[in-house]
């Protein structure tokens, strides 16, 4: 056998059809080609079968219309129930904060009576000493001037098509927005400082649970104001602050709104007492290993970035 033979019985290299020029070359599938070229010769069905097929469209046709009226009067039927429901769930929310703040209300009360009875037992200089530690604790409602920031999310945007109106995460006031504001009043001399009316002490936290904000473990709800008692110089001050720089920015950028004003006669309410976990009373004879205070910074992990 010559070479040109051996070529040609030897084998041959296949090559698979290009899938994209055969589906444009033949976009119908041979199963309905062979359907219309049976259709083309028998004609449309006739008789008893053309008569089928309609019946059976209009028994599809009246299912799905059953089905859809059912599932119809089954979302009205269970509208009350849900309506009712939230209805419960809103007037337990609003009694039990009624109820807190009337509790609220009995401890400031009875913190104001205890205040009475020891300064009647204590003299006038531990009296007052005692009054300045409860003050710089956040023990005791404090006045004076001082400085309100005022944050507040941005405006929200209104989608053309659905209506519905967002705003965008960064132009959201964060847990971490709070605690740097919080954290630079300190560092310029605040004396006090309060979110929204509540105190914070060297234990408080502001940390953020889903899109809210809690402070000490309660929810606080935009717009904001962080408030706080200190020098004359403290407004200037914070503005020159990083915080201030970057809440700047996130307002330049994406509508976020921030001010800073100074305020006469603020009063600062005072916080809850403290739960102490682990500390102890000494003993008589135990003797101090060393003093320390407590840091007035807010912190709290996994805080959101900007």
Same mark, same amino acid.
């Given at each position: 056998?010559?070479?040109?033979?051996?070529?040609?019985?030897?084998?041959?290299?296949?090559? %698979?059809?290009?899938?994209?020029?055969?589906?444009?070359?033949?976009?119908?599938?041979?199963?309905? @080609?062979?359907?219309?070229?049976?259709?083309?010769? @028998?004609?449309?069905?006739?008789?008893?079968?053309?008569?089928?097929?309609?019946?059976?469209?209009? /028994?599809?046709?009246?299912?799905?219309?059953?089905?859809?009226?059912?599932?119809?009067?089954? @979302?009205?039927?269970?509208?009350?129930?849900?309506?009712?429901?939230?209805?419960?769930?809103?007037?337990?929310?609003?009694?039990?904060?009624?109820?807190?703040?009337?509790?609220?209300?009995?401890?400031?009360?009875?913190?104001?009576?205890?205040?009475?009875?020891?300064?009647?037992?204590?003299?006038?200089?531990?009296?007052? +000493?005692?009054?300045?530690?409860?003050?710089?604790?956040?023990?005791?409602?404090?006045?004076?001037?001082?400085?309100?920031?005022? /944050?507040?999310?941005?405006?929200?945007?209104?989608? *053309?098509?659905?209506?519905?109106?967002?705003?965008?995460?960064?132009?959201?006031?964060?847990?971490?927005?709070?605690?740097?504001?919080?954290?630079? /009043?300190?560092?310029?001399?605040?004396?006090?400082?309060?979110?929204?009316?509540?105190?914070? @002490? %060297?234990?408080?936290? &502001?940390?953020?649970?889903?899109?809210? &904000?809690?402070? +000490?473990?309660?929810?606080?709800?935009? *717009?904001?104001?962080?408030?706080? &008692?200190?020098?004359?110089?403290?407004? +200037?001050?914070?503005?020159?602050?990083? %915080?201030?720089?970057?809440?700047?920015?996130?307002?330049?950028?994406?509508?976020?709104?921030?001010?800073?004003?100074?305020?006469?006669? /603020?009063?600062?309410?005072?916080?809850?007492?403290?739960?102490?976990?682990?500390?102890?009373?000494?003993?008589?004879?135990?003797?101090?290993?060393?003093?320390?205070?407590?840091?007035?910074?807010?912190?709290?992990?996994?805080?959101?970035?900007?």
């Amino acid at each position: 056998m010559s070479e040109a033979d051996r070529r040609e019985s030897g084998p041959h290299r296949g090559y %698979a059809p290009d899938f994209l020029t055969e589906l444009f070359r033949a976009p119908l599938d041979p199963g309905y @080609t062979d359907a219309a070229a049976r259709r083309s010769v @028998t004609g449309p069905p006739q008789g008893w079968r053309r008569v089928t097929a309609r019946a059976a469209m209009a /028994l599809s046709m009246a299912a799905v219309g059953f089905l859809v009226v059912l599932a119809y009067q089954k @979302t009205v039927a269970d509208e009350p129930s849900r309506s009712q429901a939230r209805a419960g769930l809103v007037e337990q929310v609003t009694q039990r904060q009624a109820e807190t703040d009337e509790l609220q209300n009995r401890v400031d009360a009875l913190r104001d009576e205890v205040a009475r009875e020891r300064d009647t037992v204590l003299d006038g200089a531990r009296a007052a +000493d005692l009054r300045d530690l409860e003050a710089a604790a956040g023990l005791a409602r404090v006045t004076g001037d001082g400085v309100v920031v005022e /944050l507040a999310d941005a405006p929200e945007m209104v989608d *053309p098509v659905t209506g519905e109106g967002s705003v965008s995460e960064l132009g959201r006031v964060l847990d971490r927005d709070l605690q740097d504001v919080a954290n630079a /009043l300190w560092s310029v001399g605040a004396e006090a400082v309060a979110v929204n009316g509540r105190r914070l @002490t %060297a234990t408080s936290t &502001i940390r953020a649970a889903g899109s809210a &904000i809690l402070v +000490d473990f309660r929810p606080v709800t935009g *717009p904001y104001e962080v408030s706080a &008692i200190g020098p004359e110089s403290m407004a +200037d001050a914070f503005r020159t602050s990083q %915080a201030a720089a970057v809440l700047r920015a996130v307002s330049a950028d994406h509508g976020l709104s921030f001010g800073v004003r100074s305020a006469d006669d /603020l009063m600062l309410p005072a916080a809850s007492g403290p739960q102490l976990r682990y500390a102890r009373a000494p003993s008589a004879s135990a003797s101090p290993s060393g003093t320390g205070g407590a840091d007035p910074s807010v912190t709290a992990s996994g805080g959101s970035p900007r």
